[in-house]
């Protein structure tokens, strides 16, 4: 079968830095996504990873490692509105867009 | 308007009752998603289309019945759902069903009782 990890949930402090990890094992490898998405709203798109290593995006940092079947999105300098759930989302070899169950990220003061 | 819309925002409906969901995108894209989100699990795909065409029905109970009239429309026609059916239903678009990232609405939130 086809599936994405990710820890349900993670507890980080404001103006620090968290790592939200995601494994997957799919059928193919076509991308991989992350999204946020605060309680009672819709996913917002965040970043896309197709080749290996990080990209950079202002506080946002996405790193792939194809042969690992492994990502992770980091989030700095973290502020209280960055609590929400993030997905992990991977296209396969048929362009379906398989999704993990998301982390719940709380900032405390 | 931008974006993806979704209408309407909350839904409460009987077993034998038939409501409709509706979705437009302001975007000028192509393919278009039903997804159905439960407390705690994945997101599951459940209908795609592609230049109005449908090419995914993940295994969707018949109760659920998709209707794409063009590439800026979708609906989500139900009847005779279960409790159990109760969730968030969003509606996504995108570019094309291959490489671009997806455009969430703010969903529908479903409670059958």
């Known amino acids: 079968g086809q599936n994405i990890d990710q820890p349900t949930e993670m507890t980080a402090t404001e103006g620090a830095i968290v790592q939200i990890n995601c494994t997957y094992q799919?059928?193919?490898?076509?991308?991989l996504f992350w999204y946020q998405q605060h309680a009672g709203e819709a996913p917002t798109f965040l970043s896309y990873?197709?080749l290996d290593g990080l990209e950079e995006k202002g506080r946002f940092s996405s790193f792939l490692s194809r042969s690992k079947g492994y990502s992770y999105l980091l989030l700095k300098e973290l502020q209280m509105k960055d609590s929400a759930s993030y997905l992990c989302?991977?296209?396969?070899?048929?362009?379906?867009?398989?999704w993990g169950a998301g982390t719940k990220l709380i900032i405390k003061p | 308007e931008t974006g993806v819309t979704q209408t309407p925002r909350h839904l409460v409906m009987g077993m034998t009752n038939k409501k409709s969901l509706k979705c437009e995108q302001h975007?000028?894209?192509?393919?278009m998603y039903w997804y159905k989100q439960s407390a705690k699990k994945p997101l599951e795909l459940m209908f795609v289309?592609?230049?109005?065409?449908?090419?995914e029905n993940n295994s969707v109970p018949s109760r659920f019945s998709p209707e794409c009239p063009n590439s800026s429309h979708l609906f989500l026609h139900l009847h005779t759902l279960q409790p159990e059916d109760s969730a968030l239903y969003l509606c996504?678009?995108?570019?094309?069903?291959?490489?671009?990232?997806?455009?969430f609405g703010p969903g529908t939130r479903l409670t059958v009782t």
């Open positions: 799919t059928s193919g490898f076509n991308g």
């Open positions: 990873n197709v």
């Open positions: 996504a678009s995108r570019r094309g069903v291959e490489f671009s990232e997806q455009y």
């Open positions: 989302a991977v296209t396969n070899s048929n362009y379906q867009l398989i």
């Open positions: 289309y592609n230049f109005k065409e449908q090419t």
């Open positions: 975007l000028g894209h192509n393919a």
